[in-house]
């Protein structure tokens, strides 16, 4: 799965920032926009996080498409 910026559809790029309080993060950033995607406070958060909504979005995808097909094959007449 590759993620993109809603805005402009760029591939985000991954990088660090610190928070107001000097600690360091973890980010998903739009090189084109600026926009910070996304925030964690360790690699290892990012990459559970990402990899649940990846695998949300990929059931839900599978679950739509057979919901299409099972209304398709009703409408098909016997």
Known sequence: MLFACSTCKTAPTFTFGAQDNGELVH???????????????????????????ATSLQLRAKSHSGVKKQRSRRLTPD
């Open 27 to 53: 980010l998903m950033l739009c090189p084109e926009c600026g926009i910070v995607l996304g925030e964690w406070s360790s690699i290892e958060a990012r990459d559970d996080e990402l990899r649940s909504l």
